[in-house]
Nanobody
Framework: QLQLVESGGGLVQPGGSLTLSCAAS????????IGWFRQAPGKEREGVSC????????NYADSVKGRFTISRDNAKTTVLLQMNSLKPEDTAVYYC??????????????????WGQGTQVTVSS
């Protein structure tokens, strides 16, 4: 069973940056689409971004377009979410998730197969 571990969360001032990392227990993630999700207190879980299994396709929520960038490392065992120009409304627990697929696209609305435990991101002055 694939295990995912998120890291990189923390407290940052508005306008600051953080990079979240999603590390996998398997040798490679190349057969998985990876999504990042977040859930703020009292709100439903929201899809933030995803990257397709073949890396050729990425997708972003409108609320983070132009500020967040999803990518995989060369060894394909880690997926990163670079978050710039952070806003207080980005405060949430961020989760990564993996879906077994060979589809050339990805969607955060899919049903993902494996989930990490989450990492807290707090944007506050």
């Amino acid at each position: 069973q694939l295990q995912l571990v998120e890291s990189g969360g923390g407290l940052v001032q508005p306008g600051g940056s953080l990079t979240l990392s999603c590390a996998a227990s398997e040798f490679t993630l190349e057969y998985y689409a990876i999504g990042w999700f977040r859930q703020a207190p009292g709100k439903e879980r929201e899809g933030v971004s995803c990257i397709s299994a073949n890396e050729g396709y990425t997708n972003y929520a409108d609320s983070v377009k132009g500020r967040f960038t999803i990518s995989r490392d060369n060894a394909k065992t880690t997926v990163l979410l670079q978050m710039n120009s952070l806003k207080p409304e980005d405060t949430a627990v961020y989760y990564c998730a993996a879906k077994v697929t060979r589809d050339i696209i990805c969607k955060t609305g899919w049903s993902y197969d494996f989930w990490g435990q989450g990492t807290q991101v707090t944007v506050s002055s």
